[in-house]
């Protein structure tokens, strides 16, 4: 393990999170390097927090945002908020020193498809990734709805067709996102102009190169986004189990998984139950 992510719900409203971070901070992995610790977040509060977060230890951050229009955006989360305090965490964030920020948008079609070239327009050349995700269902609230996914490719063109761009190689092993950089008058990518990403997990799934694991507050271990129950860590941990057997069954729970639902429902296997809800688990 060489990354944790902080997630929700919104991590930001956990009381003393910096005080977390710190915590996990002083992790290291089994070759001696400090942990890759991050966090994504709505960014309302991320403007008071920013500083602390950077000193706590916090390296990068994510955050959602899926329009810049105040209507467009509060329908798409139904958070009677302005974007213009997302934005300010945002710039917060810069301002501390967090790096590699990232901007995730949901598109759903009929819904904020409309917002794709102004979010790029406003993140090319900004010094921040601006990713693009496919809408899809999660638990059980939502259905899986086909007419509602803009496809990653229909993203891409309508992106190219104003401001021209080049593919990227992979950032690291297992990396969601397909890049794709800002190019130049010569084609060719320009990295002062940034870059994109495509999240293709409903036309493109990539179940097989997975390399996630999410962990519950309650201390329960999920081995997919889409799983429908949990492994209990919490138990085994009050139970004595020392690090090193513990670390051993995380990673039989690991290579034992047979998650692959979003393959299997590109495939058009019908679903087989009930599933965790994302505001558990985290995104």
């Keep these: 393990m060489r ?52 000193q706590a230890g916090l390296r990068r951050v994510t955050v959602s945002l899926d329009a810049l229009d105040d209507e467009t955006f509060q329908s798409m989360n139904d958070m009677k908020v302005p974007v213009k305090d997302v934005l300010d965490g945002i710039h917060a964030a810069q301002a501390a020193g967090l790096d590699q920020i990232k901007i995730n948008m949901v598109v759903k079609k009929g819904t904020n498809e409309q917002e794709i070239l102004p979010m790029a327009r406003y993140f090319r050349g900004s010094g921040m990734a601006l990713r693009f995700i496919e809408f899809m269902d999660v638990g059980q609230t939502n259905g899986w709805r086909m007419d509602e996914v803009m496809a990653s490719q229909e993203i891409i063109e309508r992106i190219h067709a104003e401001m021209p761009l080049v593919p990227l190689s992979a950032s690291s ?74 670390a051993a069954h995380i990673a039989g729970v690991w290579q034992a998984r047979t998650d692959r639902y979003s393959l299997l429902r590109a495939q058009g296997v019908p679903d087989q139950g009930p599933r965790v809800e994302m505001h558990y688990i985290g995104g």
């Design 3 to 54: 990354k944790i992510r902080i997630t929700g719900g919104e991590p930001l409203l956990r009381k003393n999170l910096e005080v977390l971070i710190a915590q996990l901070a002083q992790l290291r992995t089994t070759d001696g390097h400090p942990l890759d610790i991050t966090l994504t977040t709505n960014a309302t509060l991320l403007a008071k927090k920013a500083v602390a977060l950077k």
């Design 173 to 246: 092993p297992g990396e969601t996102a397909q890049r794709w950089g800002y190019a130049d008058s010569q084609g060719v990518h320009d990295p002062s102009l940034g870059e994109i990403g495509l999240i293709s997990s409903v036309t493109q799934a990539f179940c097989g190169d997975c390399n996630r694991m999410r962990l519950s507050t309650e201390g329960r271990l999920y081995t997919c986004l889409f799983a429908s129950s949990g492994h209990d860590l919490r138990d085994a941990i009050r139970a004595g189990l020392n690090a090193t057997d513990l």
